[in-house]
């Protein structure tokens, strides 16, 4: 009599799981060491990837708090009154949060238009972004950006 059981059926979604987590594994450990690691992962922070594919193909990696991203908000044009100064801060999530459901929402409606600057550094390593946040008639911002160099 024959008691071997038959053999299982390859798990394959216990497969992708286990792939996926050791790719974001292997991306967290390279970004101290690798400069295109790092430069990808300010770009994809400051919505700056080539392409949407670029961009959500990093989403299972978590959000960077190691960089240190500073922000300003100010008037534009500059001279549209001296009692509007500008507004600056650090942010750990991604930027275009500002317009979203963040506090410096409220900020942004004050005038008609505004300039958003977000600056991120990570070891030795920089991207300056600027958003031009111009209200729409829905309630929301319609963003227009620009990498500085």
Sequence with gaps: MDNRRPL???????????????????????????????????NRFHLQTDSFAAWAIQAPIPAMYSFHNRY??????????????????????????LTTFATDRLYLKEVDRRMITLRSDYRGRSLTTQWIATPHEDGGFVLTDEVLP
Excluded at 10 to 23: F, G, K, N, Q, S
């Design 8 to 42: 299982a059926k390859p798990d394959w979604l216990y497969r992708v799981i286990l792939a996926t987590l050791a790719c974001v594994a292997a991306w967290l450990i390279a970004m101290p060491i690798s400069p295109f690691v790092q430069q990808t992962t300010l």
């Design 72 to 97: 300003r908000i100010e008037a534009m044009p500059w001279d549209a009154s001296p009692f509007l100064t500008a507004r600056t801060g650090t942010l750990n999530h991604f930027p275009v949060r």
